[in-house]
């Protein structure tokens, strides 16, 4: 009876494997983090203002979306903004265009930015598996992890510009890797460490970082971050 047992359980067809791609492992990852952060975001049971800077922001986007141009309407005289950069401001303006109060203005963004810092997680974990190959666990306890405190989700889903900081920060980081084909990863030897021989890894480890992107890749890191971000 055993071996007939046996045999029938020889003949059940394994199921195969499930494996993604990298590009399927982000999408999946991106639309977790944005998930997690619209179900779990409190933002809008918090006045705009109650950080400062989100205030600041948002009555810059106002200025802009009403024509008077680059100024703080929310202090005397309606000085021009000095110390704010316009980037983020200009998100906001095209929100007040769409809603027309502080109220819809928070809601947008409170869908908005969770689909952000989705993007920068499927970014973020593409370039972990596609580029470096990091394993899953790890990916997962330093990329996805520290997005999910509970102080990161009622932050970065407030009307601030970190996302968008964030968002240029990865996006500079994926152009900057795609510039150049994937290189094989040093591996660190084994060996006793005075052994002339341990040390024969520093030049391809050299050679990953030396590397120089084009231009254009420079200059996606350069204005990427000012553009998007601030």
């Not at 492992?25 to 998930?35: D, F, P, S, T, W």
């Not at 200009?90 to 963004?109: E, F, K, Y």
């Not at 930015?113 to 997680?121: L, M």
């Not at 980081?173 to 084994?190: C, F, I, K, Q």
């Amino acid at each position: 009876m055993p071996l007939e047992a046996g045999r029938l359980l020889s003949t059940v067809p394994e199921r195969p494997s499930i494996s993604l791609s990298p590009g399927r492992e982000a999408v999946l990852a991106g639309v977790l983090i944005a998930a997690i952060y619209l179900a779990a975001s409190l933002s809008t049971a918090l006045l705009v203002g109650a950080w400062n800077d989100d205030g600041v922001y948002t009555v810059l986007g106002k200025s802009l979306a009403e024509g008077h141009g680059y100024h703080s309407l929310h202090l005397v005289g309606d000085p021009v903004q000095v110390k704010y950069p316009p980037g983020f401001p200009v998100v906001l303006a095209l929100l007040w265009r769409l809603t027309g109060s502080v109220d819809g203005v928070q809601r947008l963004v409170s869908v908005l930015h969770p689909i952000v810092i989705g993007v920068v997680a499927g970014l973020l974990w593409w370039l972990g598996r596609e580029r470096f190959g990091i394993p899953r666990i790890l990916l997962g306890a330093f990329v996805v992890a520290p997005l999910l405190f509970d102080a990161s989700i009622q932050y970065f889903t407030i009307p601030l510009s970190e996302p968008w900081f964030m968002l240029g920060w990865a996006a500079v980081l994926v152009s900057w890797y795609h510039a150049e084909p994937p290189r094989r990863p040093a591996v660190l030897p084994t060996r006793k460490i005075r052994s002339p021989a341990c040390w024969k890894w520093l030049p391809t480890l050299k050679s990953n970082f030396s590397s120089k992107p084009t231009m254009p890749m420079v200059g996606v890191g350069s204005i990427a971050p000012v553009g998007l971000s601030l």
